[in-house]
T-cell receptor, first 116, second 109 residues
């Protein structure tokens, strides 16, 4: 049973380029969450999605960042015009239906984004 | 005030010691609680859920005090492999979970 799959594991971009991070949830999971972890800091919630819907994006920066979870395919976190401060580990997590009742989240290995 | 607060540590203990971490949360409507561990900035892994009656899993015991809004994790007979950052997680419903910044534990020989 495959877990949460994230790719790429490592991504290097130059300032001004775009970064696309992908996340496929665990089989049977319909809720996806994205978190960012800056060096020497804790996990920070970014966005919570269900298929074709953004449920909570209160942690997303207002500019340059967007996320989607289409009907088919993985969830995508997109960062446009990257800056050095975007360098971080980006973790995706998923949980099964019934997340309203507090199912634990299961994490992918993360994508380490480095901005040159 | 942060929604979930943890003592960052670090806690440095010898092998075999008993160590306890506390975590406080601000949202009294919080519904579910978890402890995760994170090794060397790898992905967080679920350690255990926390139930109102308290629960135990081997050397690990988790407790919840709703009245005082805190959660605890007790580790008995510490092993070197317990060295990690322990994250307190609180879910207030509607899917979103809030993570504490973590408590770092180092177990030394």
């Amino acid at each position: 049973n495959a877990g949460v799959m994230q790719n790429p594991r490592h991504l290097v971009r130059r300032r001004g380029q775009e970064a696309r991070l992908r996340c496929s949830p665990m089989k049977g999971h319909s809720h996806v969450y994205w978190y960012r972890q800056l060096p020497e800091e804790g996990l920070k919630f970014m966005v919570y999605l269900q298929k074709e819907n953004i449920i909570d994006e209160s942690g997303m920066p207002k500019e340059r960042f967007s996320a989607e979870f289409p009907k088919e395919g993985p969830s995508i976190l997109r960062i446009q015009q990257v800056v050095r401060g975007d360098s971080a580990a980006y973790f995706c997590a998923s949980s099964p239906p019934g997340a309203q009742t507090g199912q634990p989240q299961h994490f992918g290995d993360g994508t380490r984004l480095s901005i040159l | 005030r942060k929604e979930v607060e943890q003592d960052p540590g670090p806690f440095n203990v010898p092998e075999g010691a008993t160590v306890a971490f506390n975590c406080t949360y601000s949202n009294s409507a919080s519904q579910s609680f978890f402890w995760y561990r994170q090794d060397c900035r790898k992905e967080p892994k679920l350690l255990m859920s926390v139930y109102s009656s308290g629960n135990e899993d081997g050397r690990f015991t988790a407790q919840l005090n709703r009245a005082s809004q805190y959660i605890s994790l007790l580790i008995r007979d510490s092993k070197l492999s317990d060295s990690a950052t322990y994250l307190c997680v609180v879910n207030a419903g509607a899917g979103k979970s809030t993570f504490g910044d973590g408590t770092t534990l180092t177990v030394k020989p």
